[in-house]
């Protein structure tokens, strides 16, 4: 081994020396700072966030109503699940109203997204901006419009007027997630299926639906979570016998808050924790795509 070497060698080891000394420097530092601002300020956010979730739970296995702790009990959920027809009804009338104006909502979202990037109209740029009303005006100007116009084409207030009316503020969700990802969109694609005779419908099935498949499951994902929590706009459009979820709720709570409705939160918790869970692989792989 020459001179130049045994030099190049020692100043190689003396860079690696000082870059670990470097790191080692950087990470005692860390080391003696464990908290800091910007830590601090995410447990605060954590903590203030599922707190309530950890006390309504506790709660919800308190032998009595009240805010003190009497015992370790299992009678509210009892009561949920073999003395609570009203509630089970109004959950279930929150899924069916979920479900379906989400789905509406995701087919005529996603083929108005698809409409407006693919053509070139003239009020092209005025159907963008009236799809994102819904999304701009306060939940209870929409709710009394929709009320007038039921009133008006002599349309019964029932879970019919409710679909209709989550179907409407369902809908710019869904068309800007759709539109979100047809931005990202690589048009050559359907220039290369059109060039080996796909029609439209084919290129629409096989290459832009798949492609925007991401979009699509958010916005549907979307919709229906705005669906389930939604009391004011339901609360104009609703009739006898329609009551959803968060209207029983906020009638219920007028009387003073039931257990009842602590144990029901609990058993909606496991069921979303458990679905995300059994569905992890499925969203990974729509995320990827």
């Not at 009387?255 to 409705?261: K, L, W």
């Not at 609990?266 to 792989?285: C, D, P």
Request: proline share 3%; glycine share 6%; aromatic share 14%.
């Amino acid at each position: 081994m020459n001179i130049k070497n045994v030099v190049r060698s020692v100043i190689t080891s003396l860079r690696l020396g000082s870059s670990v000394s470097e790191a080692s420097r950087h990470a005692k530092r860390a080391f003696r700072r464990p908290f800091s601002f910007s830590q601090t300020i995410f447990i605060a956010a954590i903590v203030f966030l599922f707190l309530p979730l950890f006390v309504l739970i506790l709660y919800s296995f308190n032998a009595s109503k009240g805010m003190g702790w009497t015992g370790f009990s299992f009678i509210w959920y009892e009561q949920l699940f073999f003395n609570s027809r009203d509630l089970w009804r109004a959950f279930w009338n929150s899924i069916l109203i979920a479900v379906t104006s989400a789905g509406t909502a995701t087919v005529l979202g996603t083929f108005g997204a698809v409409g407006v990037a693919w053509y070139r109209f003239k009020t092209r740029n005025y159907v963008q901006i009236i799809s994102f009303l819904p999304m701009i005006l306060p939940e209870i100007i929409i709710g009394v419009s929709l009320s007038i116009f039921f009133a008006g084409v002599g349309i019964k207030l029932g879970l019919l007027t409710i679909y209709i009316a989550h179907t409407t503020f369902n809908l710019p969700f869904v068309f800007l997630m759709v539109t979100a990802r047809l931005d990202e969109f690589d048009f050559s694609i359907i220039e290369a299926a059109r060039d080996l005779g796909a029609n439209e419908v084919q290129t629409l099935r096989k290459i832009t639906v798949p492609i925007c498949m991401p979009g699509i499951v958010s916005g549907f994902l979307t919709a229906i979570t705005i669906s389930l929590e939604d009391f004011v706009i339901t609360y104009f459009v609703a009739g006898p016998g329609s009551s959803t979820l968060p209207l029983y709720i906020y009638s219920a709570i007028r009387f003073g808050i039931s257990p009842v409705i602590n144990a029901l939160s609990v058993v909606m918790i496991l069921g979303t924790v458990l679905l995300t869970y059994s569905l992890r692989n499925f969203l990974k792989y729509i995320a990827a795509k």
